[in-house]
């Protein structure tokens, strides 16, 4: 069975970072896009960042130059290295691995920036 589990989420005072963690049980891992999305409370699920099997990456417009995707294949691990958070950076945030339509999704983690 495909499992996505998201760590690494919690409070942090804006300015701050964080890095979350997706780990998934999926063979081939590698050849997947996988990707970052979030959702605020009352807001629809929206794409923060995605990266390709080759490593190309993407970005949404409000987290270019504070986010960084990555990925560990060999670990089948992916990961969102999140700096100069933001209060509006507050969401649950899901990793998705294969992709929004058929894809795995994992149950979230929620990131809160607050003072």
């Known amino acids: 069975q495909v499992q996505v589990v998201e760590s690494g989420g919690g409070l942090v005072q804006p300015g701050g970072s964080l890095r979350l963690s997706c780990a998934a049980s999926?063979?081939?891992?590698?050849?997947?896009?996988m990707g970052w999305y979030r959702q605020a409370p009352g807001k629809q699920r929206e794409l923060v960042a995605t990266?390709?099997?080759?490593?190309?990456?993407n970005y949404a417009d409000s987290v270019k130059g504070r986010f960084t995707i990555s990925r560990d294949n060999a670990k089948k691990v992916g990961y969102l290295q999140m700096n100069s958070l933001k209060p509006e950076d507050t969401a649950v945030y899901y990793c998705?691995?294969?992709?929004?339509?058929?894809?795995?999704w994992g149950q979230g983690t929620q990131v809160t920036v607050s003072s």
């Open positions: 998705n691995v294969g992709g929004v339509n058929l894809g795995a």
């Open positions: 999926i063979s081939m891992f590698r050849i997947y896009v």
């Open positions: 990266i390709t099997s080759g490593g190309s990456t």
